[in-house]
């Protein structure tokens, strides 16, 4: 029995002690004070007639007097229910005065102030004088608990509106492993129609939703633990068998004792997310192109060869270079580099074992780590992958005969960590790439000199711009009656601790360590101005490396130095290699469309020593062909070279090219090359490459010819 209750007994006894059943009179002083002071209206009354007595309570309850309500002939309850409630009220008592039982309701009362109050009226019926039953009770403000009961059930329904319509998924679940409740989102997030699909499927969560059987006793682990999980992520099995990944939140749901009822939380889908993780975790991992081992995964591999060492065997880095892949790439384009690429990462993989590692370290450069149980048979797994590499391969029409140079460093006796091992095999590499291709080096400290000298090399070529140590030097072409028609600008570098440095020793390092693009526009801009100044239609070409073409920027590059300097268009040539015009990169093609619009001339360099396709002499607005000095060198009338030459100063006829032999060094070259038909000439025959302050000078001397006039 709830207090109102024992409270209701009590206020009967205390009534029929005080208007004893055949009484009619008040009660005595003692009960009535005791009466007046209850919180509430103690009353004594019938049910359509003036009441027998009403306490003093009635002032604070409604605000009307006692003896007000106590004169009221249509009866007390008539006179203060609103009159909405009135009905319901009527039956319920005149219910309990027929049965002269108890009696307990609530409803609304209407106050002397015309507001309305809830209020509990709890009492019981009993026979009063002359037979008529009477209604001894008590009236009690609820009005709190009322509007407390009303907020929670909006709570409540807003909650159940929440959780059915919620596109997250919501449920509860007792500990073992059942569904007490889920809601719409969350059983079509697992494969079902409806909620009461999932609920009568799934009555084992631990063992028929999880991916990974002991997760669930992890999720209650952690509850135990904490007391909730956030972000719980796990992979589970979708009603068709499919698995999607989601996140839980949940906390557990104790009774009043402490006693675990049930887990309550909501769940995501994060499938998508985890996806985009994963493919983040695998870019950083993992080379795009050969799907190889990164530089970044290359030190965990390390690592874990390091502590699986046990003592046997010899854990080695191998890094390995391809020889001729820069030929390749340059002369077939880049798209032809990547599947070349591809390809060896293949054989790589193939030739070790699945305990060892191929990593793509960047370019056409591999890293192996591989532990074998002797010296000598870690030298026949490299050399299995020497002869691996060297394989023909066929690509788009192409036999490629590729090989590669590998340096190896031991862990331990060459490094402790990748840097190190890293280090001492580039430089067993570059040893081994100097003996000549598809060679095996390892590591001792004596190899550490020229990789040094390397790193001293770039980092000066990396200061040579700001430092004014590079400079353009200009070798003339002459027609075929030795006049000049222009000058090839050839970039030189000379630096006080190295000396002067080769272009074929810096023009690779420049490209490899991203100078090449500055050291281009800074020759290209001399190159214009100096032109600029000479006399007559007089034209100067520049080189431009593959690289350049990477950016997007080369064409407003030519055309600031055009601007700056005033020279025009058609007096500057752009020499390219094959390997440009054989690119099927669209952007580099546009960008040749572009520069051709800007009016300069294009020319093709070393025509002849790359993978040439004839195809691309038609595609592109070329106006130059420069046959390659290896040719001129053995132009003998009846050698094969001589035939070759002959053959492209024809093609070059016919397609209204102007053909250049570069390379001259004798008159007897200087004849046959003219009788061969090319139209003009560069080489030591008419002049080294001379300093720009020299240009002005050599013309004025040669304004007439040179090596005298031609026969």
Known sequence: MDGHGARGLVMGAVMTAAFPLEAASPPPPGLLCLLNRLEGLVYRAGLDRSADFVSTGSVALCGHQAAWLQGRRDGLHRRLVVAEDWPRVRRALARALAEQGYYRLEYRLRCRDGSLKWVKDSGRALPGAGGEAVLEGMLSDVQEQVQDRYRLARAEARYQGLFDHSVIGMFQSTPDGHY????????????????????????????????????????????????????????????????????????????????????????????????????????????????????????????????????????????????????????????????????????????????????????????????????????????????????????????????????????????????????????????????????????????????????????????????????????????????????????????????????????????????????????????????????????????????????????????RALAASGLAPHRLELELTEGILMEKNMRAVAQLQALKALGVRLAVDDFGTGYSSLAYLRRFPLDILKVDKSFVGNCRPDASDAILVRAISSLGRELGLTVVAEGVETRAQWDFLRQAGCDEFQGYLFARPLPAEQTLAWLEQHRHGVVGAAP
């Open 180 to 559: 007490l409740a889920a809601n719409q989102a969350l059983a079509e997030m697992y494969g079902y129609d409806a909620t009461t699909a999932l609920m009568a499927e799934l009555k084992d969560i631990g063992n028929r939703l999880y991916v990974m059987p002991d997760r669930r006793e992890q999720f209650k682990r952690q509850i135990r633990e904490r007391g909730f999980v956030s972000d719980f992520e796990s992979e589970v099995y979708r009603q068709d068998g499919s698995t999607l990944w989601i996140a839980e939140t949940a906390h557990a749901v104790h009774d009043l004792d402490g006693e675990l009822l049930y887990y309550q939380g909501t769940v995501e889908d994060i499938t998508e997310r985890k996806r985009y993780q994963q493919r983040l975790e695998y870019q950083a991992n993992y080379d795009l192109l050969t799907g190889l081992p990164n530089r970044h995964l290359l030190v965990t591999r390390l690592e874990q060869g390091r502590q699986q060492a046990g003592g046997r065997g010899q854990l080695a880095l191998a890094f390995v270079d391809l020889d001729n892949f820069k030929v390749i790439n340059d002369s077939l384009g880049h798209a032809t580099g990547d599947r070349l690429l591809i390809d060896i990462a293949r054989r790589l993989e193939s030739a070790l074992g699945a305990q060892d590692t191929v990593a793509r370290y960047g370019g056409d450069e591999f890293v192996l780590l591989a532990r074998r149980e002797s010296a000598e048979a870690l030298h026949r797994a490299l050399e299995r992958v020497l002869d691996a590499v060297s394989a023909p391969l066929q690509l788009d029409g192409h036999e490629l005969l590729i090989t590669c140079s590998i340096g190896v460093a031991l862990l331990g006796a060459d490094g402790d960590n990748l840097e190190a091992l890293l280090q001492h095999a580039d430089a067993a590499m570059y040893s081994a790439k100097s003996r000549g291709r598809s060679g095996l080096c390892f590591y001792n400290r004596q190899l550490n000199a020229p990789a040094v000298a390397r790193l001293r090399l770039e980092a000066a070529l990396r200061r040579a711009l700001e430092r004014n140590e590079i400079d353009v030097h200009f070798q003339p072409k002459v027609d075929r009656d030795g006049r000049p028609r222009s000058f090839e600008a050839l970039v030189r570098w000379h630096n006080p601790e190295f000396g002067a440095i080769s272009p074929a020793e810096f023009i690779p390092i420049a490209e490899e360590i991203g100078q090449i693009e500055p050291i281009t526009e800074f020759v290209l801009a001399r190159a214009c101005r100096l032109a600029r100044a000479w006399p007559g239609e007089l034209a100067v070409a520049v080189n431009l490396s593959p690289r350049l073409f990477h950016s997007g920027e080369l064409c407003r590059r030519v055309e």
